[in-house]
């Protein structure tokens, strides 16, 4: 299993994929955690100490290991590298383990000046590729609003994209972003999933402009203090697990059919 959630800046994704990352790794699947947005707060989310983040150094900045994959020079852009590096060993070997879940944090895609086609970008998006293709463990992928970290022809393998959505138009306009991005690559299963649901007129707002939301999760207090405060929302609010889980058991429901035919 595959997803990967994306959604606006501020409608908490990354709490929603820290909580269904660890009710897969509660229910005893092995479980890799993937950091995709630039603006990396995976870690933080899945109850991880600050001391062990600090350690972490994003894959597309390990100018070393890039190196050696790629058989260029640290801090160049050498017209000559290797495009297709070895990547299968790296979700073990640098990935850090905690609470029963491998985190593994991509880093930043440079678009700018270096251009998108450098060593660092090469190895990012091979390892994407290697997770949705070949990794055998469940995959939960905390994405930026973009599909920058996943090709064409790799994300046709992703199982589902779950857009994380709040009730206002900014929000929703991302939602049919993705939708379009997903759908000109292929990517059958896209659902949006509804958070900081305050009432039931938020609630009718987000049915009024996506008629197939997967699920809602209610705006809570404990999530607001688990973020201040850097700790997992998985462990400070029960109410929001439950609501995660039914959302994942509501997913499950649909998508299982098709992968057992």
Request: charged share 25%; proline share 4%.
């Amino acid at each position: 299993m595959k997803i990967a959630v994306t959604g606006k800046g501020g409608v908490g994704k990354t709490t929603f994929a820290a909580i269904l990352s660890r009710l897969y790794a509660a229910d005893g699947y092995k479980t890799l955690a993937v950091d995709a947005d630039p603006d990396a707060n995976l870690g933080l989310g899945l109850g991880l100490p600050l001391e062990l983040i600090k350690g972490i150094i994003p894959i597309s900045e390990m100018k070393d290991l890039v190196a050696e994959r790629t058989n260029s020079k640290p801090g160049t852009y050498s017209t000559m590298f290797k495009i297709n590096p070895k990547v299968d060993d790296i979700p073990d070997e640098y990935c850090v383990e905690y609470n029963g879940i491998r985190l593994l944090t991509m880093g930043t895609l440079d678009t700018g000046g270096g251009g998108c086609f450098c060593p660092e970008n090469v190895l990012v998006k091979r390892l994407m590729s290697h997770i949705i293709l070949e990794n055998k463990d469940i995959a939960i992928m905390d994405m930026e609003a973009g599909l920058e970290h996943i090709g064409r022809g790799t994300a046709e393998s992703v199982d589902a994209f779950f857009v994380v959505v709040e009730p206002g138009i900014r929000s929703i306009q991302t939602y049919y972003q993705v939708k379009k991005l997903a759908d000109d690559i292929g990517v059958k299963h896209v659902y949006a999933v509804a958070n900081k649901i305050k009432d039931d007129c938020d609630r009718e707002f987000v049915q009024n402009y996506i008629n197939d939301c997967l699920g809602f999760i209610s705006y809570r207090d404990d999530i607001k203090t688990s973020d201040r405060y850097g700790t997992s929302p998985y462990e400070s609010s029960q109410e929001a697990v439950e609501e995660v889980a039914e959302i994942r058991n509501r997913f499950f429901s649909m998508i299982l059919p098709e992968k057992t035919e």
